[in-house]
């Protein structure tokens, strides 16, 4: 099982990437996003959507868990925990939404998942799994917070530099550069040896395939 939990680590890692561009940078521009598609009467639609997107996100980045429950004959486990979330989203949800509305809802949805995919989860894959989750999370922070800081300091510079994003072509070039420094912070910040390893190899084959062509 060590050489399992090291492959969900591994796997979690590399997933990890373009899961925190799309949360990250949903949070850089999704409101501005949102108020380019539908109008500045659904901005609050930002702030749900980034409220369920973060413990969704923890519940992507443990996918292959999915696949170990099945092998090892105890994914019946997952199918209750998540009878459970079902029942406590339904309450919550019926308690917070005629005070907070759609943002209470929201709100409900991310704390039944929290609960349910990741500390009750996370605790069965190291307790009755095997899996090293502390080693898992450990991995998952090393790559999260250079891009967090990047990210923060993305914002800063932007707003000090009174940049925005109000047109659609503005918004592209934005999330272009975005993009791009988020790479560069990857590789250079968060990346581990192996990582940065596949990624060589990668551009390798391509300039090799290109060079033929």
Known sequence: MR????????????????LFLVLLGFAV??????SLWAGPDFEEAYSIALIVMVPFTIDLLQHLGLTILQVVNKY?????VYLVMAILDVVLVLA?????GAVGS???????????SGLIM??????????????FW??????LLPLVGFSVLFVVVTE?????????MTLFVGIGVYTLLFALTSYFFSMSTSERDLVNSFFSKIKAYLHRG
């Open 3 to 18: 050489s399992v939990s090291f492959l969900f680590n591994d796997i979690g890692r590399i997933s990890s990437y373009p």
């Open 29 to 34: 521009f999704g409101q501005d996003f949102i």
């Open 76 to 80: 019946a486990f997952r199918g209750k």
């Open 96 to 100: 917070l939404s005629p005070s907070y």
């Open 106 to 116: 929201a709100v409900a949805t991310a704390i039944a998942l929290f609960l349910g």
């Open 122 to 135: 996370n605790i069965y894959y190291a307790k009755s799994v095997g899996l090293l989750i502390k080693d």
């Open 138 to 143: 450990l991995g998952i922070l090393k790559v």
């Open 160 to 168: 000090a530099l009174s940049l925005r994003w109000s047109t659609w």
